[in-house]
């Protein structure tokens, strides 16, 4: 079946880094974008950003950039996702989640957003010191 | 980019209808046939309920539906039942950023 497996949870000091990771399985890794959304303790979703893991191009929500890199690793159907200069606020649950359509379909029908079909079970990141 | 509005909270008794509302921009909800809509149970992963303003996935029940007018969507359920009760989220295209924007959330009570 479709799933997306993400790593364990962490505990980081404020101004350092953390990677997660999201490993896919039961479809081609390669064939639909991977989004990453997080949700603070008692509080609503936000999109990060998203990437195309055939080609590695990245989309970042502004808020992050500059301090979020999305990467894969093609070999392992393994999507990362970093963000650098942790602080307390970055305290949260985060998921990786597949786009609804393929790529192909994106070329096709434009670089909109067509939904979040299979999510991970979230990784959970304290930022403490 | 701001978050789409949504109420924090609404409720219904079972066998009734409910509508969440999310308003936002021509910049996201007015501008696009982009809107998406999620369910999410407490500690669990949020799952899409709606698609492109109006279409369910499969084996999402046909209680669910979805609507736009103008800047706000909507998202109705009928005959609410106790397993509906959790929080909604709706999520946009938006153009400010040719990303994706989320709304703050309702929580759904079954009385």
């Known amino acids: 079946q479709v799933q997306l497996v993400q790593s364990g949870a962490e505990v980081k000091k404020p101004g350092a880094s953390v990677k997660v990771s999201c490993k896919a399985s039961?479809?081609?890794?390669?064939?639909?974008?991977m989004h990453w959304v997080r949700q603070a303790p008692g509080q609503g979703l936000e999109w990060m950003g998203r990437i195309n893991p055939n080609s590695g191009g990245t989309n970042y929500a502004q808020k992050f950039q500059g301090r979020v890199t999305m990467t894969r690793d093609t070999s392992i159907s393994t999507a990362y996702m970093e963000l650098s200069r942790l602080r307390s606020d970055d305290t949260a649950v985060y998921y990786c989640?597949?786009?609804?359509?393929?790529?192909?379909?994106?070329?096709?029908?434009?670089?909109?957003?067509?939904?979040?079909?299979?999510w991970g079970q979230g990784t959970t990141v304290t930022v403490s010191s | 980019q701001s978050a789409l509005t949504q109420p924090a909270s609404v409720s219904g008794s079972p066998g009734q209808s409910i509508t969440i509302s999310c308003t936002g921009t021509?910049?996201?909800?007015?501008?696009?046939?982009?809107v998406s809509w999620y369910q999410q149970h407490p500690g669990k992963a949020p799952k899409l309920m709606i698609y492109e303003v109006s279409n369910r996935p499969s084996g999402v029940s046909n209680r669910f539906s979805g609507s736009k007018s103008g800047n706000t969507a909507s998202l109705t359920i009928s005959g609410l039942q106790a397993e509906d009760e959790a929080d909604y989220y709706c999520s946009s295209y938006t153009s400010s950023s040719t990303g994706v924007v989320f709304g703050g959330g309702t929580k759904l009570t079954v009385l």
């Open positions: 021509s910049s996201d909800v007015g501008g696009y046939n982009y």
């Open positions: 989640a597949r786009d609804r359509i393929t790529i192909f379909g994106v070329v096709t029908r434009g670089y909109y957003y067509y939904g979040m079909d299979v």
């Open positions: 039961g479809y081609t890794f390669t064939g639909y974008y």
